[in-house]
């Protein structure tokens, strides 16, 4: 069940990409689940049409969903595009770190920074 939290800070159609995402990463959706259409959940969330489209759009970009024009969207077959794209850029910034003489421990700092993590 997708909610948004109209006090929130993060706008409404992050907070959808987000759940959206959690839901496949922990396996509450699959590929070829499908998703609402824009303007159903719009309507069930109480959101503007261009709110869900956006949202939709930014994971059908990252390859999470796909649209199958009017038969609907649904979780792609390469759902978890999202993760290997982390992975990959993860990759690409341990090989730049190793490159520049940059300490693992030293490394992982400048990576919780970039994430707004405070240890």
Do not use: C, H
């Amino acid at each position: 069940m997708l909610l948004v939290d109209p006090r929130s800070a993060t706008p409404p159609y992050e907070q959808l990409r987000v759940q959206v995402l959690a839901a496949v990463r922990s396996g509450d959706l699959v590929p070829g689940d499908k998703l609402p259409t824009v303007r159903r959940l719009a309507e069930d969330l109480g959101l503007a049409a261009n709110t869900v489209a956006r949202a939709y759009r930014e994971l059908e970009r990252d390859e999470v969903i796909e649209t199958r024009g009017r038969n609907g969207s649904f979780i792609a077959a390469s759902g978890n595009a999202a993760q290997q794209q982390v992975q990959v850029a993860a990759a690409t910034f341990a090989g730049k770190a190793r490159q520049l003489g940059v300490e693992p421990e030293e490394a992982l700092g400048f990576a919780r920074a970039a994430l707004g993590i405070r240890l």
